[in-house]
DNA sequence: GATGAATGAGATTTCATTCAT
DNA sequence: AATGAATGAAATCTCATTCAT
């Protein structure tokens, strides 16, 4: 274990490197050289650990789903004494806030559901080709994707349970909604995150205003 | 002038074979070749029209903004003799449209948005580049970039005219919370558009309810 | 035609210079920029007009079949007057010629039966490997694979209706002990040339007696 | 010596890895890693014995002399109560079952042979480079790369004292040929051996031809 | 003795762009 | 205007070899 936790550590270490420099490049920018340079090893390192780029992206995939999956537990553990109406507000609330601080999560997310859904024809401008598919990651990715989705569901089941959610519609069209608006949100926001605000109005604003629509449509009962 | 308009149907051909196989490849792993190829002249030819690949995808986005403000102004002509809600609704119907029709003009949009928001430091992983300011597009597409926003706050503004619109938000805020919707729409059924469905909901149903919320927060007084 | 004539120039002046240097270092020694120094232009000009490394050597497989077809036709066309001993003898002579002053194509021919005899599992060490299946000329050298074997049977059939050749074993055994002769020899000499003896027998010694063997066995009609 | 043996033990256990690995990819296609994967070692075992990928090639080469020469004795053996034409016969065959058996020590004498009968400038495709040079096998084999023609040239020469042999030619020219029918007949095969029939000629057929012919020539005082 | 992580030179291949015709 | 051959910088990936543990 000790051996193979060393490799482990190694291994995330290369990906945050990567994560960094993808961060700050963007993935098609950035060379494997740049990466090893980040971690101040040689690209033949990064070979050894990760058997190409898109095996590498697919780690960091994996790793944003993760860390979702994680900052959704925390979310519902925090508002468990509380009513499943706050529970998914808060889900939604920590949603934002993790798309916010991790762009390429966000955008790896999104990737692979575009992945998933594609068929070969008419492939989309990813990253990702179907050399993915011979990731190792890949089936990790494939066995944890609908844990997120799942969890979301839980809430709003719960809500319904406690009389705090009163929406009627399909639980799936309420998380395709409420996902929809923190993608856009993010994408529009997807920039080195300098400015504070857009078209004159302040960012933390907008979040807000999101967070409140999606509480008020949760409680409507012609939702 | 017989001169220049037979540039332009050139250019314009160009622009379309781009189109087609940015559609289908997306802009990283399309060639030069093969926009070429698609109209079936040689890639001398492109780059007698288009300085680079970026301007080539800088013409595009610019074909995309005067797109979506055509789409506009005849959303609005339809419905100038309804209230401004429906206004509203109406072009927010077309852009929902309009984004799914054209999936590298919403692409596109969203470059470009992000390219003008960042900084030279620190820009994301696009397709475009500092090259894209030389761009001889650039500056077209900057002088039109508002014109979108500004028919949509328009309508805003006719509506609470007429007292259809009532909700107080800023304006800006209200364009911003639409477009997100519409961007994360896009985005997740971003894929060849075979599937009709997503989580087991019906992407018309989906589609239905985001243009059902819009309107209702729209005359909501409390939004 | 001119077109298409011109290419197959410039094809034709890289495949020598391909040849010119795989027979100096060998092919897996000799790098796609020492080829396109060799001939004085770029790495990028040779991609131009051979897809990958192992199409450039079927290329030259091709040559080394036609080339050999050549010698084979000529060697014939010499001695038609003569009886089908005598062409026999001098195609042989002249497969022997060939093998001597082209190691390189006489290592191509060797090559490819190798690759069309293998199964995919158990590939020895060859510069060939799958991805040759797909040079556009591998199917060109299918074609003409078995017309040398077809003209050496040819001579054979002949000297048996004249009764210059008596051997009555099977055409294409004699074909396979005539060849081995000249590969053994061949391989055994394959050097840089420049010895003109080898364990004290002098080559033109060895040579000649190879032919006088040949000779000897077809005449022979307890052979 | 208990220490001396054990590094033998280890050593012979790497040269039979390495053996069936090269047997089956090929020098150039095997990797250092899958020879060590082979013997369930790591790749820093390798190298602690031999110093280079070459030098394990050179002991290899080391073995296909030695196996080759015990080959010969044991056939020599067998005879020695016949009469010399019969002995050599027999080398002949043993020869050809030798080859046949061990692709892979085939080949590496002959890649012996060409690397010593080659300068330095203009070596041709091996996988022998003047790194071999330095191996520590090297004058190794070099001492004993005579002893198979030499046995070879004794049996000729007994046949001769004892009037089984009848053909006059240099005892070394009869070797060449010989040699040379064994390196064509065992090149021609180089498959992985699955295929019983090549040209619609049983290999069977062939190997006896080759025998019955050597022996044939061996009487023939005009041989 | 043995390990396997780390190296880094080098190989193949790609493709936006240029330019002679 | 148009062609398409030519360029060459750059990207991904390989692997024999080294070396700290």
Redesign the interface.
């Known amino acids: 274990m000790a051996v193979h936790s060393k490799r482990n550590i190694k291994e995330n270490a290369i990906i945050e490197a990567a994560e960094k420099v993808?961060s700050?490049?963007?993935?098609?920018?950035t060379k494997m050289e740049d990466v090893a340079k980040e971690l101040g090893v040689s690209k033949g390192t990064i070979y050894f650990y990760f058997s190409s780029k898109e095996n590498l992206y697919m780690a960091i995939t994996y790793r944003a789903f993760q860390s979702l999956i994680e900052t959704f537990y925390i979310s519902v553990e925090h508002t468990k004494e509380e009513v499943g109406l706050e529970g998914l507000v808060g889900v939604m609330r920590s949603f934002i806030k993790f798309s916010e601080e991790n762009?390429l999560y966000s955008?790896a997310l999104?990737d692979f559901?575009?992945f998933v859904?594609?068929?070969n024809?008419?492939?989309?401008?990813?990253?990702i080709t179907d050399a993915m598919k011979e990731s190792s990651y890949y089936e990790r990715v494939k066995d944890i994707q609908n844990i997120p989705?799942n969890i979301f569901l839980k809430e709003i089941e719960r809500g319904r349970q406690d009389g705090s959610i009163l929406n009627k519609?399909?639980a799936?069209?309420i998380?395709?909604?409420a996902?929809?608006?923190?993608?856009?949100?993010v994408?529009?926001n997807?920039?080195?995150?300098?400015?504070t605000s857009?078209?004159?109005?302040e960012i933390s604003?907008?979040r807000n205003?999101?967070i409140q629509?999606t509480r008020?449509?949760l409680k409507d009962p012609e939702g």
Chains 1, 2, 3, 4 share one sequence.
Do not use: P
């Open positions: 993808f700050k490049q963007g993935f098609t920018n762009f955008e999104l559901i575009s859904r594609s068929t024809e008419g492939t989309l401008d990813k990253k989705i519609q399909k799936e069209l998380y395709l909604y996902w929809a608006s923190v993608i856009g949100f994408k529009l997807a920039t080195s995150g300098k400015k857009i078209l004159k109005v604003t907008w205003y999101i629509k008020d449509f």
